[in-house]
C-alpha cells in the first residue's frame, strides 16, 4: 500500500499546490473575480468538511476539489440565471443598444397584423404611397380615385392604424412613423 494513502487531507497543502488552478477555472467559467473567489473558499471548506470521504484510490486531492469546484460554478450560474439581472450602466447601455433582427420581426409581425385589420381602401393607401414609395397623384392615375380621397382614406387609415397598435405609432400629419417607414417630401411624394 502507498503511503500516499494514508496520508489525511490538508488543507493548507491543498490550497498551495491546487487553489491557483481552481480559482483560474472558477474566474474563467463564471467571468466574475468575487465570484469565483466565493467559489473556492466554499470548495475547500467542503473538502475539509467531508475530508474523511477522500480517497486516493478514486482518484488524486487535485480531480477531487475540480470536481467539487465544478459543481459549485454550475450551482452559481444556475443560481445567476434565476435572479433579475442588475439595471446597472452596462445593462442601461446594453439595452440602448441597435435593435435585433428578432425585435425586428417581431414588429414587422405586428405591423402587418394591424394592417390587416384596416379596410382594403385604407391598407392599399398606405402601403402604395408609405411602404412602395408611389405619390398620391400616380397612386390616383393607376387607381381613379382622386388625390383628395386617397389623402382622406391615408388619414384615417393611419389613425386606424395607430389604434390598431396600441396607440405606439405616432405620426406628424401624414408620415407614417410605425415600422421605420418613409417620411413625405414637399413635394407630396414618399422618399
Known sequence: MDPEDDKPFDVREAFAEHGGALFSFALNALGDRAEAEDCVQEAFIRAWRNRERYSSSRGSVRTWLFAIVRNLVIDCLRARARRPAPSDAEKIEWASEPVTEDLLIVERLVLYESLATLTFEHREVIAAVQLDGVGYQELSEQTGV????????????LRSLRTALGGNAHDGGDSFAAGGAYRRGADGRSQ
Open 146 to 157: 382622386p388625390v383628395a380621397t386617397l389623402r382622406t382614406r391615408m388619414y384615417y387609415g
